[in-house]
């Protein structure tokens, strides 16, 4: 048997679907330029026109036909040479539709294999967010904010290429660079991409992740039960009726927390996260109401409270909140937890003051798909600015 | 106006009574005894006739439902779909295309375990516009966990109608329950049917439970969520399993309804007329056991052993007491009112079946022969089933015979 290649694509749907897609083919193509054959897919099971969910594209190329053959009688590669994660805060995990429980990012990664993110997040960052693995692996950066595009535009700032060139350098005997820019030029006729691809090329370097180094947290599992341990006629349990919340400083009860569902939990859906002054909240009730996902949770005082397991990120709360500051979405990599940020105030309101100041002041940067007219227009120099400049 | 003398309610109840009336006015009738909740209607021809009759009882005071007409097909199978899953006994029914219109509803009814008990009033499908029957209609629906049953008579239509509600609503099953009715034949002729009484079918048929999938505030839960590759298979295979069962408990309902009501159908899967010393029997489903039994007497009178075995019910099927039976005879004729084009040896659905039941066998297997008869409500005649005895006893003796052959068409 020949040698097989097999690299993954996680990326977050809608946003990062054609992104995903580019990349994905661009690798069959490129290994197609040095004779070797692949394929390019999406897993059908992921659910890719979600706002925002997890979900992967794999490449799979071969030495020859025969040895490819044996790479696709797996749907899904069980193991694979470079995970490419291209948002950042997928390092997290990755709960997608297509299964159940939160895999890590670096799960299907072979030992030795590579590790590629876009992220202006350094490595320590990186490597903090993902889940230890027992062997080693290697970690490359391409640097810039994570590319976010809507499902009708495609925001063209050289992410893909630029990951082709990465791809190159960290796994030389899959394509060369030359190669890559060939495919380049046949798929695009631009240049300026060429050019991108050779500069990740040139700058893309790795590091060692040790066995062990990273999140040590064991990732929620699920476990499938049997065909006649199940519940008959497609019916499942409802989620059941919630409580009130208690204030961990006086123990007094009384508002309302849900309950949620207890296998689907959000936290690797989300991009951003709202933080909440509960200072300024003047009650309103709009961020509770407006919330698609009845994320927040009724406190004892009528304050509302960002529940992180129910949260996807989508913004609408602070879209509504009437009062400047008070709901903040802020970039999910400058979380480490997903506790609650009422019982935090209550426990401490002046240090939660001077955090949440300190949060909102510099924000991480990051891009949330397409919102605007001339949107693109301001954020693609930018990021062609970061290739040039590595 | 004066008042009317009636019994007390004691008594009416154990009132039985002979009626003259057609079999979808017989099943109107089995639907009044066993109280159903919900009913939907639709009119179609030759189906309507049943829900005519159920509105003339309601109208009357005789019986008491929720009667909803829906815009559409589709409506009237989601509706009561939707009032099982909470707990009401449904009716519904349709015919020909209407049946098709409802498909979507027809295909999640039994996935979501939902004791449906529907009537098919066959019925040609278009084009061309045509009300005559043909069994297509209902067999669209024979590989996704429906019950499908032919009945022959009025009286058949009744009793068959509680005994499918009593085993749809078994806990163990939970599964729909098509009975399949010729149009005209038996749709539109009226004969005399014994309607048992108030007290002896509640004896039979106990209330329905939905249980532990009882859509209700008291008892939440989601039902048909989405689920992939991870989750259809082990749904199918309860569907599977609960099909399996029913073999079973359709046996035990049958046993239970001769022990009330002293009426007989002997083995519940199919009827064998004249077979103990055949040398040969022709098989098919619903009315057009009527000339062929009687053209079998004739040709008795004549020195023919011909025997007639009349399917009763398709699904389950009852494949190994089946092959067990013909394994008895020399050939088997198959009468297939329905079409499948294209299928192996361009045989009807029933040949097919029948040779499938056949095949694992251990016993013997006779050679099986396919009419194609009666199709848009033609008449299938006596001299039609001579000509189809003929061929089958000329394949009992070793001449090769087509497969499958057109009776009765104009050539």
């Known amino acids: ?390 | 106006m004066a008042p009317v003398a009636t019994a007390p309610v004691e008594e009416q109840r154990k009132i039985e009574e002979t009626a003259l009336i057609t079999g979808s006015e017989a099943i109107a009738v089995a639907c009044k005894l066993a109280d159903v909740d919900v009913i939907t209607a639709y009119p179609i021809r030759p189906y309507d006739t049943v829900m005519q009759y159920i509105c003339k009882l309601v109208a009357n005071g005789e019986m008491d439902c929720e009667y909803i007409v829906a815009e559409g097909e589709h409506s009237q199978f989601e509706i009561v779909k939707h009032a099982s899953a909470c707990g009401a006994r449904v009716f519904c029914g349709s015919s020909g295309v209407g049946w098709m219109y409802a498909m979507e509803a027809l295909t999640v009814t039994p996935a979501l375990r939902i004791p449906m008990i529907a009537m098919v009033g066959n019925r040609a499908l278009d084009d061309p516009g045509a009300f005559g029957v043909e069994h297509n209609d209902a067999l669209t629906v024979r590989d996704l966990g429906w019950q499908l049953v032919w009945v022959d008579s009025a009286q058949e239509a009744l009793d068959t109608a509680l005994i499918a509600y009593r085993v749809a609503e078994d806990r163990r099953i939970f599964l729909p329950c098509a009975l399949s009715c010729d149009g005209a034949f038996l749709t539109h002729s009226q004969s005399l049917v014994n309607i048992p009484s108030q007290e002896k079918v509640n004896q039979f048929l106990p209330r329905y439970n939905r249980a532990d999938l009882l859509l209700h505030p008291d008892n939440p839960i989601t039902v048909a969520p989405q689920g992939n590759e991870d989750w259809v298979m082990e749904i199918r295979r309860q569907n599977y399993a609960a099909m399996e069962r029913t073999y079973g408990v359709i046996k035990e309902a049958y046993a239970d309804f001769e022990r009330i009501f002293g009426r007989s159908y002997g083995n519940p899967f199919f009827e064998e007329y004249m077979t103990e010393d055949a040398d040969i029997v022709l098989m098919g489903m619903g009315t057009l056991s009527t000339p062929v039994k009687v053209a079998i007497r004739k040709m008795r009178a004549e020195g023919k052993k011909v025997g007639f075995v009349r399917l009763r019910w398709f699904r389950p099927f009852a494949a190994e007491d089946l092959a067990k039976c013909l394994g008895r005879f020399s050939a088997v004729g198959v009468i297939d009112r329905d079409y499948s084009f294209g299928s192996p040896y361009l045989g009807g659905v029933l040949a097919g079946e029948v040779r499938n039941a056949l095949y694992p066998s251990p016993g013997k297997k006779p050679p099986v022969l396919d009419f194609i008869a009666g199709l848009g409500g033609r008449e299938v005649t006596v001299p039609d089933v001579e000509k189809i005895t003929a061929s089958v006893y000329q394949a009992a003796a070793g001449k090769p015979q087509p497969l499958t052959q057109w009776i009765g068409l104009r050539e």
Not at chain 1, 35 to 61: L, W
């Open chain 1, 1 to 390: 048997m020949g040698r097989l290649f097999a690299i993954e694509i996680i990326y977050r749907g809608i946003y990062q679907k054609t992104l995903a897609r580019n990349i994905s083919r661009a690798i069959v193509l490129a290994a197609h330029k040095e004779g070797k054959p692949g394929i390019s897919f999406g897993r059908y099971g992921d659910s890719p026109e979600r706002n925002g969910i997890p979900a992967k594209s794999f490449a799979i190329v071969a030495s020859d036909n025969v040895t490819l053959e044996e790479g696709m009688a797996k749907y899904e590669p069980k193991e694979v040479d470079i995970t490419i994660s291209v948002d950042d805060t997928l390092c997290k995990g990755v709960e997608s539709w297509a299964w159940y429980g939160l895999q890590p990012v670096n799960k299907l990664l072979k030992p030795g294999g590579t590790l590629i993110v876009t992220s202006r997040e350094n490595a320590e960052a990186l490597i903090a967010m993902s889940h230890a693995k027992t062997d080693p692996y290697q970690l490359a950066i391409i640097k810039g904010t994570p590319s976010f595009s809507g499902l009708w535009v495609y925001k063209d700032d050289h992410t893909d290429v630029r990951i082709l060139g990465a791809i190159a350098k960290v796994l030389p005997d899959l394509f060369s660079l030359k190669s890559v820019q060939a495919a380049i030029m046949d798929e695009w006729k631009d240049s300026l991409k060429s050019t991108s691809a050779a500069r990740a090329y040139e700058r893309t370097t790795s590091i060692t992740v040790k066995p062990g180094q990273g999140n040590p947290e064991v990732p929620y599992k699920f476990d499938f039960p049997k065909w006649h341990e199940m519940g008959e006629g497609i019916a499942i349990p409802s989620i059941t009726h919630g409580k009130p919340m208690e204030d961990p400083t006086t123990h007094v009860q009384g508002g309302y927390k849900p309950d949620r569902n207890p296998t689907f939990k959000k936290y690797t859906t989300r991009t951003m996260r709202p933080v909440v002054n509960f200072d300024t909240c003047i009650k309103c009730t709009l961020c509770w109401l407006q919330c698609p996902d009845s994320c927040f949770d009724v406190t004892p005082e009528g304050l509302y409270d960002a529940n992180m397991q129910a949260c996807c990120g989508c913004g609408v709360c602070e879209a509504v909140c009437p009062v400047e500051k008070c709901v903040t979405m802020l970039n999910e990599t400058e979380f480490k937890d997903n506790a609650s940020q009422w019982e935090a105030w209550r426990k401490d309101k002046e240090g939660y003051k001077t955090w949440l100041e300190l949060k909102i002041k510099s924000p991480a940067p990051r891009s949330h798909g397409f919102r605007y007219l001339g949107q693109y227009e301001e954020q693609v120099p930018e990021m062609l600015e970061i290739a040039k400049e590595g």
